[in-house]
Structure formats: C-alpha cells, structure tokens
C-alpha cells in the first residue's frame, strides 16, 4: 500500500485538508474521498477531457494530475457551478440548448467551456451529442457570464520528500533515493505512462515547487526559460515570441488546453521523443540545456541531448534545469507539422526554420525536423542551399531536405509521405517567413 500524505486543498471555495496515498490522482481524490462525481474517467490519459476541473484558475485533465501536485491550490468542480440551488448560466445553456445526451462527457465540457468563456475550448471529445450544440449553449453564455471569484489558493502541505521546495532538495532525492524515485512535472507523459502500468505513481516526486525551475527570463546573451515552464506560459511570453518565434507557434500545438496548461518544455526535453514539438524549434535556436546535479552542472548544446528515440544523456542523478536561447536580434521563425487530427495528435513531421536577414538577404538560417528520423535532427545542406541565394536556391532546399529526411514507416505515417511533406512544410515555414 502507497504511503499517505496531508494536502491543503481549496475545492470549491471551502478549505479542505485531507489525507492522500501518493499514487493517488486528483481525479480519484476528487470522486472517491470527496464524493464529488461530476468529473468522470474517460480515457484517463488525457485524450477526452471528460475528467476537467479547474486548478487555480485553469482546465486541467484530473487523471494527470497526482492529488499532492494539487495541494496548496485552488480546485473548480462542476458541483462548484450552481449558487444556492440556481445554475450557473452556462449549466442552464447546456440544458436549453439539447447539449447533452448521455451525459459522460458533459461536466468536463462544461468546465473546459467556462475557462474558455475567459480562454479557448479544445481538448474535450464527445462521443453522442456532437460539437455544434455544445459550442452553442457556450456561445450562448460568452460576454454574460461573470467570472467567478477565484478562491484564494492555501499552503501547501505535502512533506517535502514528494514536493521538493527547492533546487537543492531535489537534487538531494535525486541521490538518496536513486532508483527509487523519479521527477513529475506536469505528469502529461509519465502518468499515462503510468495508466499503462510501465511506471509506479507512487515511485514519483513533484517539481512544481522548485522556483530554480520555473519563470522565462531575459539575461545578456540568452533567454532563459525554466524546465517547468509550461506550453501556456511559453505561449503567453512575449519575451519567447521575440526571441525564438518558432518555440510558441509549436507550443500552441501540443495537446488540448488542459495538456498545455500542465505539460512543461523540461518534460517535452526529458521525454526524448523524435516528435516532441518543442525539440526543433530549439534545434533551430542553438538551444543549450542546462543540467544539474548534486555535484555538477553543465549545458549540453540541444543538438548533443538526444541519443536516440527517447535516449538522453541525462544521468540518473542529474534533472534538467531549463534550456537557454541566444538572443539573436531580428530573428523569425516559423514551426509548422502535420498529425492526424488538428488537435490531440502526435505529429507525423514537423518543421522549424529560423532565419535572420541582412539587406533583404538570408544572413543565417537554421532548419529542423522531428518525427522524420531516431531524433531531431538539423537539415545543414538545406540551409546551405537557403543561405546561398540564387534564383533557384529554394527549389534546391526543398530537394534537399528531402534526401536529409531519414524517416521510418510506423502506424502514423509512411516513409515516403513524411519525406515528400518535409519538402512541403519547410516551403510553407519559410513562406511564412519571408512573406510574413
Ligand atoms: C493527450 C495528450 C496530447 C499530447 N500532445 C502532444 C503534442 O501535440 N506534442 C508534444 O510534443 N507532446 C504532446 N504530449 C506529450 C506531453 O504533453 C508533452 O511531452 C509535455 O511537454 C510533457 O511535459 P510534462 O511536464 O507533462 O512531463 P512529465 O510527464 O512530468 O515528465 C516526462 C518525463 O520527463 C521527466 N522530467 C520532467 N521534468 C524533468 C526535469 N526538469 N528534469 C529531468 N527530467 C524531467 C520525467 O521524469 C518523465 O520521465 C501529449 C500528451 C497527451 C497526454
Ligand atoms: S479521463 Fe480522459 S482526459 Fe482524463
Ligand atoms: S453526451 Fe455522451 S459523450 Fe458527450
């Protein structure tokens, strides 16, 4: 049996401490010990949406959330909605409007519509009633709705050997319990990783605490974003928009909101998947990942990370800290993929070009793809050829990045398709570039 732990939650604006096995998720918190059964399991993975509940102010999937990330926060459920026996507009436009059949997926639309009432609505899948109904009870309520007072989140209470509150705490857990424990920051990997029985959930410790590994900042030569910084934050930075252009158009693709709103760039890094989205803009900025250990530090150059399809040179001991950009004035980006779906898929390529100019020329470019080869990989002939000018400099390009392209055949994609659409996306991406 798990160990238990105290948390201090704020659920619907009551105060509330409770004793919790740390493989608990906030979904079983939320069902199981305060019987509040609006948030239903779905998939649990992430994909449907149907277990959303609001943490300080944003969706998030409860099934990828461990109860103890969420102590000290404020928590939203749909029993939260209606005041005084009276529903919340939005309850009452679902019910006027026919959005609703069986039900299951209903509370976590509805609280994915109220974030999207101040914010965006993705990342919920209903299965009978369709979108269009749905999307008109929350149009119906948009601009009536007032927010709701935010209730003030509490102190957070777990011990710190699961919630580390600082760098050097971590780093300590690193090595005490080596092989025992391992680091979660947004959870949007490993939990479903855990769903899928390859991963302990109590054999996990939360970095949401640690301030070294949070915050985006402007230093002399570099932009320094924090490895628990999340896809919504990288998305809301104006600093990251001016400095690495790419990074959030790519951010903006990862998942639904409520995967963005938990998912961090240390997480998309430490994963080491060829598709992860964040990987080629940061190929394509010279990314340095700083690396930290009880004993060490050191910057690895992002190209020099990966070893292979989820390989990484981190060391057991080691956690990343955050990656750093150099600042290049002038620069512009574009990152651009193609996946299943619009939303929720995994890419099947994806492309990153970031280009400076001199006198209307390319005097420097930087070209990467993901998901076409065991890692992210740069593409030095196709920014050879984009750099070089010429009337017929693109048409080399895009023949080029073709024979650089070293994809494989999988359930997502065929190799000769992922080969003929990285000469499309690179011609898009530097179109957007150029063309503006
Ligand atoms: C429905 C769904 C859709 C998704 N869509 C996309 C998508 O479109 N594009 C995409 O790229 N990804 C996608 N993902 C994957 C995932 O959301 C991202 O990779 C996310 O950035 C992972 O970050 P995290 O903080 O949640 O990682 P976690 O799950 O917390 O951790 C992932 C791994 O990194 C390690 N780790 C985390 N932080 C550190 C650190 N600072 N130092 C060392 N190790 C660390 C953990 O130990 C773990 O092994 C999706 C996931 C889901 C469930
Ligand atoms: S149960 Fe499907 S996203 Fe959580
Ligand atoms: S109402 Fe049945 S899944 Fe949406």
Not at 121 to 135: D, E, H, P, S, V
Not at 345 to 355: E, F, H, L, R, T
Request: proline share 6%; charged share 25%.
């Amino acid at each position: 049996m798990a160990e238990t732990i105290e948390i201090a939650l704020n659920v619907n604006g009551h105060a509330r401490r409770l004793r919790t096995r740390v493989d608990q998720r906030l979904l079983d918190v939320v069902r199981e010990d305060l019987r509040l059964t609006g948030a239903k399991e779905g998939c649990g993975k992430g994909e449907c949406g149907a277990c959303t509940v609001i943490v300080d102010g944003r969706p998030v999937d409860s099934c990828l959330m461990l109860a103890y990330q969420a102590d000290g926060s404020s928590v939203e459920t749909i029993e939260g909605l209606a005041e005084n026996g009276v529903l919340h507009p939005l309850q009452d436009a679902f019910v006027e409007e026919g959005g609703a059949q069986c039900g299951i997926c209903i509370p976590g639309i509805i609280m994915a519509g109220k974030a999207l009432l101040d914010r965006g609505l993705a990342g919920n899948l209903c299965r009978c009633t369709g979108y269009t109904k749905i999307f008109k009870a929350v149009a119906r309520v948009a601009g009536k709705s007032p927010p709701a007072p935010r209730t003030p989140p509490t102190e957070p209470s777990a011990p710190s050997y699961f919630r580390p509150r600082s760098l050097e705490e971590a780093l300590e857990l690193m090595i005490q319990r080596a092989g025992e424990l391992r680091p979660v920051a947004g959870g949007t990997d490993i939990l479903v990783q855990a769903k899928d029985g390859i991963v302990d959930r109590a054999a996990l410790f939360d970095l949401s605490l640690v301030p070294e590994l949070k915050g985006i900042e402007e230093q002399s030569g570099h932009l320094r974003i924090g490895a628990a910084v999340t896809h919504t934050e990288i998305l809301e930075s104006k600093l990251v928009d001016r400095f690495c252009p790419a990074l959030p158009m790519a951010c903006a693709w990862v998942g639904g909101p409520q995967i963005r709103n938990r998912g961090t760039i240390g997480g998309n890094v430490a994963h080491g998947s060829p598709a992860g989205d964040t990987i080629p803009p940061l190929y394509a900025a010279d990314a340095l990942v700083e690396v930290v250990s009880v004993s060490n530090r050191r910057e690895v150059p992002i190209s020099e990370f990966f070893l292979g399809p989820r390989k990484t040179v981190l060391a057991s001991d080691e956690l990343i800290l955050g990656v750093r950009i150099p600042k290049r004035p002038g620069v512009r980006g574009a990152f651009l993929r193609l996946g299943q779906r619009q939303a929720q898929a995994i890419s099947k390529v994806s492309v990153a070009v970031a280009m400076t100019f001199k006198d209307g020329r390319p005097d420097w470019v930087r070209v990467a793809l993901g998901a076409v080869a065991p890692t992210v990989i740069r593409a030095p002939e196709t920014e050879k050829a984009l750099l070089s000018g010429g009337y017929d400099a693109f048409r080399r390009a895009l023949d080029a990045v073709k024979d650089e392209v070293k994809p494989i055949d999988d359930i997502r994609s065929t190799r000769e398709y992922r080969r003929a659409m990285s000469a499309v996306l690179l011609e898009r991406a530097v179109r957007r570039i150029t063309e503006g």
